[in-house]
């Protein structure tokens, strides 16, 4: 048995949560619904406008290998915090919910801070998330230990980091790590701009390393061009040996060869976004690595995904197992 | 009309909250429900052995000015922070709720860091409250500006302030100022053993300076040395023109003169227990310096504790101007 489920890479943040309403998004220049890329002065512009917060580690695959090991599972992260107060606060979260968390923080001479995304949450419950990289966006092939990739049945890539300057290199040591000690890959896309700013380094991952794909409706039409959903999952399912699609309140479609499923969307109050998709394949992946079939590892997902989003922040609060077997799943 | 309807002086800190059973209390020394004074040893220690938490401003009087500022209230808060992460949180929050806040930061050079205090939350809404005090408790006479003082109506002082070593220089110099311009001052016993460690402290500015008494039943006994509640009260109010004790489920007492009036408690499902005596300081003030008689200083006072208690976080998320509407006290 390897010592790892799965192995998720990503950027490293804590998330700083606000509500707003939606006259504050066009008052600030804030894109609804997406994630945008902001520097050190426009977080400081953007943070000073923002109301009260609150502050909830996040970072998107450090929520899904929160979730995996919420549910017990074997798992670590690879992400990139400072020697600072934010950064032992990320690193204590995913330490405290039971991930192995080894990366070596930036020194505190580094010249930027531990990255942060102001999320301002409107009262539909939409996201729309500000992301000061910080030195998340330095992680580096060296921060890749290959011994840790081997020890992964999965290793689970977030498309955000395709965004920082040694992030593809990083993503091709590991992949060699895991792919050559016979473990597998999957990708999130992440957010359909992090894919057009991207779409052929995902493409051309997607179609020589990728086992396991996981995006939402949005993502997948902006990867493929096309306005065709159902166009975009026939490419996806030939390129990809599974893929798993979210699509709002219309759940999620799961797809393998000619095989597919649909799971259904819990019904829940919205009240924050924030961290469905991760949630989704944080459930999916431990169920997967779990031995459950795939319509059951879609299902799973969108029950995590419906605790993520009945509260404010992108971390498990119920206990998702608990949740499982009350929707019969477990 | 002066500046501020309030101004306010205590600890600042973030609170980190951390949801867990009782037998972590017993496992990790935790005494529950009351506030321990913690070492960076112990800070350390005890934050890794709690789960999963979340960031959230804190500091009892920094939360009785938020509820005042959030209630429209002109008030300002003296507080110290280190010019730190945690520092700037702490600073956002309370001017993004609409309070001054001009104290100035202690530097990066600083020995402490920005005070926490760690809240353990268990299932019953108890809140188990361990405070790293950091560069706060070292607030001195110089960081109380006379000027500011005199601008107030009333001061609010933070009964755990007795415990830095020039926190009573501080304050006689803030009572001197303040009652100079003719403005009125409040306090809050805050704890049972800070009144404990600090009685004849407490006793003295009672008896000399203090014109509005907080605090709660079990602070009262302590602050008397007696188990009878009646008694207790009978003494306060013959030493403080305006005494307001709050009784947990039982409401609050307000005694002023031979005057007396009981405000109900209000109705909630308690989810966490701190900061519902600041809050009901923050409704019961603003009321007061709002024109407001003093039975329904009481009832906004409880209303505001009840949304408070309702939610993790000891900052208020709903509109207490709407709650104090739907009880019929606006």
């Known amino acids: 048995m390897k010592k790892y489920q799965v192995v998720g890479i990503g950027n490293a943040m804590v998330d700083i949560l606000a509500t707003e309403d939606e006259t504050f998004l066009t008052e600030n220049n ?33 929520n899904t290998i929160a979730g995996i090991a919420h549910l017990g599972g074997r798992t670590a992260y690879v992400g990139k915090v400072k020697d600072d107060q934010l950064g032992a606060i990320f690193a204590h979260d995913l330490r405290a919910q039971g991930a192995d968390y080894d990366t070596v923080f930036a020194g505190a001479d580094a010249a930027q801070e531990t990255g942060r995304c102001i999320v301002v949450v409107t009262p539909d419950g939409e996201r729309s998330m500000n992301t000061y990289l910080g030195v998340t966006e330095f992680l580096s092939p060296e921060d890749i230990l290959p011994e840790q990739m081997a020890e992964a049945e999965w290793i689970y890539l977030e498309g955000y980091r395709f965004d920082g300057p040694e992030s593809h290199q990083a993503f091709a040591k590991a992949i060699e790590a895991c792919k050559g000690a016979g473990g ?8 359909p701009f992090c894919v057009s700013r991207h779409r052929d380094a995902f493409r051309e991952m997607i179609q020589n390393d990728v086992d396991l794909l996981f995006c939402n409706r949005a993502e997948m039409l902006s990867m493929y061009e096309t306005d065709d959903f159902e166009a975009a999952l026939a ?93 019969g799943l477990l």
């Open 184 to 191: 597998k890959v999957s990708i999130t896309l992440s957010d």
């Open 30 to 62: 804030v894109e609804k619904g997406i994630m945008q890329l902001i520097d050190m002065t426009r977080a400081v512009e953007l943070y000073d406008a923002i109301g009260p917060a609150k502050e909830i580690s996040g970072g998107s695959a450090a």
């Open 235 to 327: 490419v996806a399912r030939s390129e990809v040996p599974i893929v798993a699609c979210t699509d709002s309140e219309n759940g999620a479609h799961i797809l393998a060869g000619d095989a597919r499923w649909h799971a259904p969307a819990t019904e829940v109050q919205i009240v924050d976004a924030t961290g469905a998709g991760d949630m989704f394949a944080g459930g999916f992946l431990w169920a997967l690595t779990s031995g459950y079939d795939l319509e059951r590892c879609g299902r799973m997902g969108c029950v995590a995904a419906g605790e993520i989003i009945s509260h404010i922040g992108a971390r498990p609060e119920a206990d998702l197992k608990e949740l499982f077997a009350q929707h």
